[in-house]
């Protein structure tokens, strides 16, 4: 059973930057897709970022080019570096695990999931 426990978020001024980490545990196939989905009050969860096990990656258009998600496959962790955080990037953010090329638009396409780590973006 894979396991997966998000770190790094907490409140920053606008403009400000986080580091969000996720470390997963349990056994993974060697082709998946690990990404980021965030969801606001009141707000359906949206994907962020995604980065196949070929370190192929996408990103909303909300956060490109101002967001990265990278991985260390040997420490099993998920990253999501964010700077030039914006008031419309807070929420609750939750790490994900799915099949090889799982639709980053499509929550149901990931079957594992963490509890979630706050952002909270202050103007």
């Not at 894979?2 to 409140?11: I, P």
């Not at 196939?29 to 962020?48: I, N, S």
């Not at 490109?64 to 914006?86: C, E, H, P, V």
């Not at 790490?95 to 980053?104: E, I």
């Amino acid at each position: 059973q894979v396991q997966l426990v998000e770190s790094g978020g907490g409140s920053v001024q606008s403009g400000g930057s986080l580091k969000l980490s996720c470390a997963r545990s349990g056994p993974i196939l060697d082709a998946y897709t690990m990404g980021w989905f965030r969801q606001a009050p009141g707000k359906e969860r949206e994907g962020v970022a995604t980065i196949d096990s070929d370190g192929t990656t996408t990103y909303a258009e909300s956060v490109k080019g101002r967001f990265t998600i990278s991985q260390d496959k040997a420490m099993a962790t998920l990253y999501l570096q964010m700077n030039t955080l914006k008031p419309e990037d807070t929420g609750m953010y939750y790490c994900a695990a799915g099949p090889f090329r799982a639709n980053p638009y499509s929550s149901g396409d990931f079957a594992f999931w963490g509890q979630g780590t706050q952002v909270t973006v202050s103007s």
